[in-house]
């Protein structure tokens, strides 16, 4: 059974390095990767919000959220 990942970002360099490389690593044989870039999809904050994620990157893996280096606090994506 594959493992369910979303990856949240805002678009920042930051947020994009780390995109690449989580692309880089995760074994999509092993992994469904979702890409979200709250940037584009403000409707989907609150979502990761509820999941927990306080900042992004972040990147949930079957419901635990992993905080990836800092780009910006949630908030600021409201």
Do not use: T, W
Not at 29 to 38: F, G, R
Not at 50 to 65: H, M, N, T, Y
């Amino acid at each position: 059974m594959k493992s369910q990942a979303v990856f949240y970002h805002a678009g920042c360099p930051v947020c994009v390095a780390a995109e690449h490389q989580l692309l880089d690593l995760i074994d999509s044989a092993k992994v469904n990767l979702e890409v979200v870039h709250l940037g584009d999809a403000k409707q989907r904050v609150a979502e990761a919000k509820g999941l927990g994620v306080k900042s992004v990157p972040a990147l949930v893996v079957d419901g635990q959220v992993l905080h990836i280096n800092f780009g910006a606090p949630i908030e600021a994506l409201q």
